[in-house]
T-cell receptor, first 108, second 114 residues
């Protein structure tokens, strides 16, 4: 079964601390993986995707096929990073599946 | 401006009174989808569509209907709303081409069923 799991509902860190939001997936083929973000009072939007191998707003995510993970990392959290983060998987059929989401709270 | 437009943005209704939430996109996207967002449960897919006249159930389709008669529109229909359908609803669309299949989301529709 296709599944995306984000084990933490809430992650609270202090400004300047490293951040890692966990994402594990279950998929039999080669997945396309994404991180979407929802800032307060804004629409959900793409943060980054694994095929681009890019760093956006200081965040990176590496696809680890062995561990079936796509964790989102940032070395130094900023207050403006506070938001809801969703990991998502796109199957070969085109269907997009989201994890349960993790709220990141960055304290001053 | 390329966007996904949902209406209404806010609605309070009563149990059993049929309602439709419209969704329209102007980007010629093949894929459209409806999600509901509830505290602690994240985003759950209700229905999705790969193209005109092609719709499929997501994870929580009970109590909802959709149609895709035109490429740009994907309305969500609640034939007999119940209080457990009180939620924040998002419509989203995308192309289906790998590398260009990023979802564009609407602003959300907050529905309260009394």
């Amino acid at each position: 079964a296709q599944r995306v799991t984000q084990p933490e509902k809430l992650l609270s860190v202090f400004k300047g601390a490293p951040v890692e939001l966990k994402c594990n997936y279950s998929y039999s083929g080669s997945p396309e993986l994404f991180w979407y973000v929802q800032y307060s009072r804004q629409r959900l939007q793409l943060l980054l995707r694994h095929i681009s191998r890019e760093s956006i707003k200081g965040f990176t995510a590496d696809l680890n096929k062995g561990e079936t993970s796509f964790h989102l990392k940032k070395p130094f959290a900023q207050e403006e990073d506070s938001a809801m983060y969703y990991c998502a998987l796109r199957s070969h059929t085109g269907k997009l599946i989201f994890g349960q989401g993790t709220t990141l709270q960055v304290k001053p | 401006e390329a966007q996904v437009t949902q209406n209404p943005r806010y609605l309070i209704t009563v149990t059993g009174k049929k309602l439709t939430v419209t969704c329209s996109q102007n980007m010629n996207h093949e894929y459209m989808s409806w999600y509901r967002q509830d505290p602690g449960l994240g985003l759950r897919q209700i229905y999705y569509s790969m193209n005109v006249e092609v719709t499929d159930k997501g994870d929580v389709p009970e109590g909802y209907k959709v149609s895709r008669k035109e490429k740009r529109n994907f309305p969500l229909i609640l034939e007999s709303p119940s209080p457990n359908q009180t939620s924040l609803y998002f419509c989203a669309s995308s192309l289906l081409i790998a590398g260009a299949n990023v979802l564009t989301f609407g602003a959300g529709s907050r529905l309260t069923v009394l």
